[in-house]
């Protein structure tokens, strides 16, 4: 299997963040291993996209998750790269046909990281919390009606620069994202009882076109089954729901023998508003999970069902 354009030489195409950089380097070396290639047979392939450049505004008013997509889209459909490498909470539910999610890595730490405070429950009265994620807000306005929301956009370390120059009183950000950095020791975990994750965090995926078999055949080797499983059935869920960056919502999905079991909360934006529920599915029918989002949507008030076009 070769690269069209550079035999014996695949292109991983990446944003160019630090955890993104990460990201792609554990890809790579997942290949090497698995195919035996050799440490040139892979190139890095840096790539600014919209989201990267874009630091003081939220996702939802300029454009939302494709803009940490469209560009790698753009590269892949060019022949500049032969498959990307995202963060799969990052990528938009609905995806051009002509791409395919060709593997995910095996999935780490769901939880969030809570960092300035213990707990949820010890936070400062009226503390600011920086944030973008409309999931975790509302999540945290439910738990804590006192704390206030200050938007927190960039990558890890500009986010922690944010809260050490005192713009905020705490921060969530992904464990999965800390560990992979080597920030181990940075926040306390918060139980997925607490808050439930945002759909697929802790997820890596690799994306090709559908119509390059070869590549797709090369990836198939570093398909992790089990997340690949249950993150498409999170991704089934969000897709029934109609939902998008704008929509404050969290699922995790287990395996559980050979079923799938799915968790899954809507909250209005202010977590006033609040529904949950579960499914048991097959594990080899991840769309099953639509059940539970059409149950949702009809157990959810009008003011909470509004803001999913599910």
Known sequence: ???????????????????????????????RHAHGLPEDGIAIVPIRTSGDRIQDRA??????????????????HD?????????????????????????????????????????????PANARIGT?????????????????????????????AKLAAGEAEATLLAAAGLDRLGRTGVGAAVPIETMLPAPAQGAVGIETLAANQAVRDLLAAIDHPVTSACVRAERALLARLGAD????????A???????????????????EH?????????????????????????APMRLRVLFAG
């Not at 939302?64 to 889209?73: F, I, N, P, V």
């Open 1 to 31: 299997m070769t690269s069209p354009l550079h035999p014996g030489r695949f292109r991983l195409g990446t944003r160019g963040s630090p955890l993104a950089l990460t990201q792609a380097r554990m890809v790579a070396d997942a290949l």
């Open 59 to 76: 996702l939802a008013e300029v454009g939302g998750k494709a803009l940490w997509t469209k560009e790698l889209d753009r590269a892949l």
């Open 79 to 123: 022949g500049d790269i032969d498959f990307a490498v995202h963060s799969m909470k990052d990528v938009e539910t609905i995806r051009p046909e002509t791409i395919v999610l060709a593997a995910m890595l095996p999935r780490a730490d769901v939880r969030d990281r809570l960092i300035g405070a213990a707990t949820i429950d010890t936070l």
């Open 132 to 160: 973008s994620s409309p999931r975790r807000a509302a999540q945290l306005k439910r738990l804590r009606p006192d704390v206030s929301i200050v938007l927190f956009r960039g990558n890890v370390d500009t986010r922690l």
């Open 245 to 252: 960056c704008r929509s404050p919502v969290a699922a995790l």
């Open 254 to 272: 287990v395996l559980e023998g050979g079923s799938i079991r799915l968790r899954a909360e809507l909250l209005s934006e202010d977590g006033i």
């Open 275 to 299: 529904v949950a529920g579960e499914i048991l599915i097959p594990a080899d029918a991840p769309d099953a999970a639509g059940a539970l989002a059409e149950r949702l949507l009809a157990d």
